[in-house]
């Protein structure tokens, strides 16, 4: 697999997403209705008002602000 493909492989689909209870930035990809794949940053991880780990995947106020982008077309299901 070359460079290209590799980075494309990771980050391909992958948009900004600002989560509207904390303001910090992630990026997600959302493969379908089901399935949501989010790039957290050490600075997002930092900014995020719930404590996130193995038991808490993900942030519940970062799920509201998925599935209203979702709703308002401002993040794609493909």
Do not use: F, H, N
């Amino acid at each position: 697999m070359s460079r290209t493909e590799r980075q494309q492989y990771l980050e391909g689909g992958l948009a900004d997403l600002v989560c509207e209870s904390c303001a910090a930035l992630v990026r997600v990809r959302k493969s379908s209705p089901r399935q949501t794949s989010v790039q957290w940053s050490t600075a997002a991880v930092r900014q995020c008002a719930t404590e996130l780990g193995a038991l808490v995947p993900t942030c519940p106020g970062l799920r509201a602000s998925i599935d209203q982008a979702v709703r308002a077309g401002r993040l794609d299901v493909a």
